[in-house]
């Protein structure tokens, strides 16, 4: 089992940076595929920015590619994702999420992933 704790939540003006953190405890974090997650006000929790196990592979939704950066520190069990160029339409609770696997590509499906944290919400101001 592995427990997901999301942090660096808040509220920005659009343009503006975030970085949001997620520490895993409870096991090593080392093999897991792990993943950013988002759900709005009225909508469905999307994908958002996956990694691999190795960090040497990423994946983001079309709407944030070029202004998000999704990144790990497995000593440190950590993962993050930077956010830049905020947007209104950004608003959303942000989750992490895992699952203990090597797949060939990093799933998308919120289905796919057994680990979630709490989430952290973030709000862009216009």
């Known amino acids: 089992q592995v427990q997901l704790r999301e942090s660096g939540g808040g509220l920005v003006q659009a343009g503006g940076s975030l970085r949001l953190s997620c520490v895993a405890s409870?096991?090593?974090?080392?093999?897991?595929?792990a993943g950013w997650f988002r759900q709005a006000p009225g909508k469905e929790r999307e994908f958002v920015a996956g990694?691999?196990?190795?960090?040497?592979?990423?994946s983001y939704a079309d709407s944030v590619k070029g202004r998000f950066t999704i990144s790990r520190d497995t000593a440190k069990n950590l993962l993050y994702l930077q956010m830049s160029s905020l947007k209104p339409e950004d608003t959303a609770v942000y989750y992490c999420?895992?699952?203990?696997?090597?797949?060939?590509?990093?799933?998308?499906?919120?289905?796919?992933?057994?680990?979630w944290g709490q989430g952290t919400q973030v709000t862009v101001s216009s």
């Open positions: 990694i691999d196990w190795s960090g040497r592979s990423t």
């Open positions: 409870g096991r090593a974090f080392n093999n897991y595929v």
């Open positions: 999420a895992a699952d203990i696997d090597y797949p060939a590509t990093i799933p998308v499906s919120r289905r796919y992933y057994d680990y």
